[in-house]
T-cell receptor
Framework: KQEVTQIPAALSVPEGENLVLNCSFT??????LQWFRQDPGKGLTSLLL?????REQTSGRLNASLDKSSGRSTLYIAASQPGDSATYLC????????FGKGTRLHILP | GAGVSQSPSNKVTEKGKDVELRCDPI?????LYWYRQRLGQGLEFLIY????????KSGLPSDRFSAERTGESVSTLTIQRTQQEDSAVYLC???????????FGSGTRLTVV
């Protein structure tokens, strides 16, 4: 059974710092891995999608990597801003989409 | 449409009433999910539709919950005899295939009073 774990559960950092969020999964037979952002009381916004054959994807200040063999992905956020404060969710897709419990990120002004 | 549309965006209902939530997926998306998210909690899988296959209903919490989808179009989630613990945001997501990502709607916030 696929399980997705995100570490840390919560993170507070001063504005301007670079930071890394971690995601691990137990079964490497996935089609893709997706990072989402969720603001309080809102739906999920897709940030980056990494296909199983890819190693990384970049969008602006965000970079996500995927290592299927070790069952790990990282989301790197450069030069963090207060507007980055949100919950970040990692999800893998095999027959179904399986979510981690998320990392609550707070960027201190 | 350009995105996944859910309606209503907010619903307040009295305990014991039935409610129906609607999800319009992106045109051509064969896969559709329903999730529930209680306040401050993670996403709870409810049901999964894939094309014309039998839906995966393994996440439905009780027989008061049901969902339908005709072909690859609109889906409705029905909650009968609502209880206060049903209060949550109900999220819908769709995808065009297993290699593609999922797009979420903005959700329906259900409050049972």
């Amino acid at each position: 059974k696929q399980e997705v774990t995100q570490i840390p559960a919560a993170l507070s950092v001063p504005e301007g710092e670079n930071l890394v969020l971690n995601c691990s999964f137990t079964d490497s037979a996935i089609y893709n891995l997706q990072w989402f952002r969720q603001d309080p009381g809102k739906g999920l916004t897709s940030l980056l999608l990494i296909q199983s054959s890819q190693r990384e994807q970049t969008s602006g200040r965000l970079n996500a990597s995927l290592d299927k063999s070790s069952g790990r992905s990282t989301l790197y956020i450069a030069a963090s801003q207060p507007g980055d404060s949100a919950t970040y969710l990692c999800a893998v897709s095999d027959d179904k989409i399986i979510f981690g419990k998320g990392t609550r990120l707070h960027i201190l002004p | 449409g350009a995105g996944v549309s859910q309606s209503p965006s907010n619903k307040v209902t009295e305990k014991g009433k039935d409610v129906e939530l609607r999800c319009d997926p992106i045109s051509g998306h064969t896969a559709l999910y329903w999730y529930r998210q209680r306040l401050g909690q993670g996403l709870e899988f409810l049901i999964y539709f894939q094309g014309n296959s039998a839906p995966d209903k393994s996440g439905l919490p009780s027989d008061r919950f049901s969902a339908e989808r005709t072909g690859e179009s609109v889906s409705t989630l029905t909650i009968q005899r609502t209880q206060q613990e049903d209060s949550a945001v109900y999220l819908c997501a769709s995808s065009s295939g297993p290699f593609d990502g999922y797009t979420f709607g903005s959700g329906t916030r259900l409050t049972v009073v």
